[in-house]
């Protein structure tokens, strides 16, 4: 597609785009919104850079894409409970997101896209790794599209965590202020092969972070072919890679990719905001 009020430049071959010309701090016309959102629907995850946004208007970009969310096991921010903050402090050794996961696909509706905006960032590292799951179910052989054909998977948010979810995020320094008091254990069947609602596409759906069995199989039959479907769906053909500054925001579509917080600034700050946007049943 031709823009004519926003510039898209491709960041890497498989998906990816930074979205320049824009000041979203600013009233946005019709077809500001719609090439917006015509380019998340081309290149999966759009950047954003010098944006100067509070939470309040990160919760109003939301809105563009659907009704943002709240996050189920993080308090969001006193009057803006959408917006949760992600904060690694220089004592945490371990960060949020550092496996690559599609955001809330244990929820019978998973969140359709995700907004993260960065406050402060490390001197060096910390990016944030994206994958194409069409490029991935694309690249498929036929024999094992077909197998996957029809075929569901459970998703948990407890895999990983061996029951201990809310011990584990509070053992993070920077977030421990925010762990709700409750942790609910969420699980939900969704196909393997997805079709995106809006282009058609079908994309791979599985991940080591969620994927817990296929449905009617155990977990030792369903392992070592969700672990392949996981390794094959983040060859680097398939995947770009965003640098973050102050001001920078990603938007990125859960319903065809995947992402990794990349965990290699040890003794460094990072702090962002991130809202999400509510999605519909994976079909
Ligand atoms: C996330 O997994 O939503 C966070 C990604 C990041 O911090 O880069």
Same mark, same amino acid.
């Given at each position: 597609?031709?823009? *004519?009020?926003?510039? &898209?430049?491709? /960041?890497?071959?498989?998906? @990816?785009?930074? &979205?320049?010309?824009?000041?979203?701090?600013?009233? /946005?016309?019709? +077809?500001?919104?719609?090439?917006?959102? *015509?380019?998340?629907?081309?290149?999966?995850?759009?950047?954003?850079?010098?944006?100067?946004? !509070?939470?309040? #208007? +990160?919760?109003?970009?939301?809105?563009?894409?659907?009704?943002?969310?709240?996050?189920?096991?993080?308090?969001?921010?006193?009057?803006?409970?959408?917006?949760?903050?992600?904060? #690694?402090?220089?004592?945490?050794? &371990?960060?949020?997101?550092?496996?690559?996961?599609?955001?809330?696909?244990?929820? =019978?509706?998973?969140?359709?896209?995700?907004?993260?905006?960065?406050?402060?960032?490390?001197? &060096?590292?910390?990016?944030?790794?994206?994958?194409?799951?069409?490029?991935?179910?694309?690249? %498929?052989?036929?024999?094992?599209?077909?197998?996957?054909?029809?075929?569901?998977?459970?998703?948990?948010?407890?895999?990983?965590?061996? @029951?201990?979810?809310?011990?584990?995020?509070?053992?993070?320094?920077?977030?421990?202020?925010?762990?709700?008091? =409750?942790?609910?254990?969420?699980?939900? =069947?969704?196909?393997?092969?997805? $079709?995106?609602?809006?282009?058609?596409? #079908?994309?791979?759906?599985?991940?080591?972070?969620? $994927?817990?069995?296929?449905?009617?199989? $155990?977990?030792?039959?369903?392992?070592?072919?969700?672990?392949? %479907?996981?390794?094959?769906?983040?060859?680097?053909?398939?995947?770009?890679?965003?640098?973050? +500054?102050?001001?920078?925001?990603?938007?990125?579509?859960?319903?065809?990719?995947?992402?990794?917080?990349?965990?290699?600034?040890?003794? *460094?700050?990072?702090?962002?905001?991130?809202? !999400?946007?509510?999605?519909? +049943?994976?079909?």
């Amino acid at each position: 597609m031709t823009f *004519q009020t926003i510039e &898209v430049r491709p /960041l890497a071959g498989a998906l @990816g785009a930074e &979205v320049g010309n824009i000041d979203l701090s600013a009233p /946005l016309s019709n +077809q500001m919104r719609d090439e917006i959102h *015509q380019a998340f629907l081309d290149n999966l995850v759009i950047v954003f850079r010098d944006q100067k946004l !509070t939470p309040e #208007k +990160q919760v109003e970009i939301a809105g563009l894409f659907g009704k943002p969310a709240i996050y189920p096991f993080l308090q969001g921010l006193d009057g803006a409970p959408e917006v949760h903050e992600l904060l #690694k402090t220089a004592e945490d050794e &371990v960060n949020f997101g550092g496996n690559w996961h599609s955001d809330t696909a244990y929820r =019978e509706c998973p969140d359709m896209g995700t907004l993260l905006y960065a406050h402060e960032v490390p001197d &060096v590292g910390g990016d944030t790794l994206f994958t194409n799951m069409y490029l991935a179910y694309d690249a %498929l052989s036929d024999g094992m599209k077909e197998m996957l054909k029809g075929l569901t998977a459970i998703y948990s948010s407890e895999k990983g965590y061996d @029951g201990k979810r809310a011990e584990k995020m509070k053992s993070l320094d920077g977030l421990k202020d925010a762990v709700q008091a =409750e942790i609910e254990t969420f699980e939900s =069947e969704h196909p393997v092969v997805r $079709t995106h609602p809006e282009t058609g596409q #079908k994309a791979l759906y599985v991940s080591k972070s969620h $994927t817990l069995r296929f449905k009617d199989m $155990t977990v030792e039959e369903s392992t070592p072919l969700i672990d392949y %479907l996981s390794t094959f769906a983040v060859l680097p053909e398939f995947t770009c890679r965003v640098d973050w +500054q102050p001001q920078t925001l990603v938007i990125w579509d859960n319903r065809c990719t995947k992402h990794l917080a990349v965990d290699d600034y040890a003794g *460094q700050r990072r702090r962002m905001h991130r809202v !999400t946007v509510e999605g519909v +049943q994976p079909l």
